[in-house]
């Protein structure tokens, strides 16, 4: 018979709180498994809101100790991290009925009011990284008339299945991927009006096969335009990631763009400042576009700064070779603030969707 109790546990872990949701992990109901031996080794896991959640370690540590100071007569200590993605809809809400994409959890549009300000770079490492972290995310290239995607995966030939009417969106480092380059040749630019353009994409919510997905990240063409109104409209999106550089003209257009997410109620998940600084050899920052900027614009739009992205060849060489940043050198500074940013988009979403469920039950 073992000393310890799983009571002694939980009330153990009702020490340790979750910072984001102000509460401990216990009466959040993420303790899970509990399993005592005749030695007194604990195992148990803690349910995660999110595979790419930050405080993943510091769950870890904080569970450990708080055991090992309580329970003194404790074995061997292990903490399991599932995680169940969470969604904003899951409390179930009759816009259930009218949405295209019900087995989708999460929808992030990722825009600017610019263009070639990252977009797209930021867009695709950011569903690889949260694919890495073990979540199941797609990616739709919302730029028709300029589309980055199958480039920045290698795919530039790449053509998908059609099943059953239904389009095979191609999967590659483990994102599934939608874009008009699949289906057109690159040399032969789309000249589509507004409403064929809107149109097209509304075809690639509803007939690609997306299957069950905990992320679902849209890749916006720049500007404010009627491809971003009609999905902003259609779809329950989670929230926008604003994607913008240091200098002042980026920002004001940056605004704009920030303004079109709060006219149609779409939440806004925080800002990612990009091209911010270049490292120097000697580990020093070059503040090539200013410094700040992304900082004072978040201030003033009451945003948080989910991340700030270094300027290197390394990261254009990621995308322009197929092979992103994250994918190519993932300790490198560039990778590493992109997942942080990746895991911050992650974290907000998943704020968002206990603040939506705990407003509804
Ligand atoms: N942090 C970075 N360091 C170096 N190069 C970068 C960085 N971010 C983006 N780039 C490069 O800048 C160019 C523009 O990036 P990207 O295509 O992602 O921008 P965009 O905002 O999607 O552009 P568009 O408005 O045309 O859709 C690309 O060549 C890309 O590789
Ligand atoms: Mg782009």
Known sequence: MPAISEKQILEALENVMDPDLNKDLVSLNMIRDIRIDENNNISFS????????????????????????????????????????????????????????????????????????????????????????????????????????????????KRPEIVNKTIVPIEKYGVKLMSVGFLIESDNPVIWRGPMASSAIKQFVTDVDWGELDYLVFDLPPGTGDIQLTLVQTLPFSGAVIVTTPQDVALADVAKAVTMFRKVDVALLGLIENMSFYLLPDGTKDYIFGKGGGEKLAKAQGMTLLGSIPIGSIVREGGDSGKPVVIESPGGEAARAIESSACEVARQISIRNAAACAHRN
């Open 46 to 157: 803690i349910e995660l809101t999110t595979p790419a959640c930050p405080m993943k370690e510091h769950f870890r540590t904080a569970c450990t100790s708080v055991i090992r100071e309580r329970l003194p007569e404790a074995g061997d200590i292990t903490v399991n991290l599932p995680a169940r993605v969470t969604s904003g809809r899951s409390c179930g809400h009759s816009e259930e009925k009218t949405n295209p994409l019900p087995d989708v959890k999460n929808i992030i549009a990722v825009g600017s009011g610019k263009g070639g300000v990252g977009k797209s770079t930021i867009a695709v490492n950011l569903a690889v990284s949260l694919a890495k972290n073990g979540a199941k995310v797609g990616l739709i290239d919302a730029d028709l008339y300029g589309p980055s995607i199958p480039t920045m995966f290698g795919l530039e030939n």
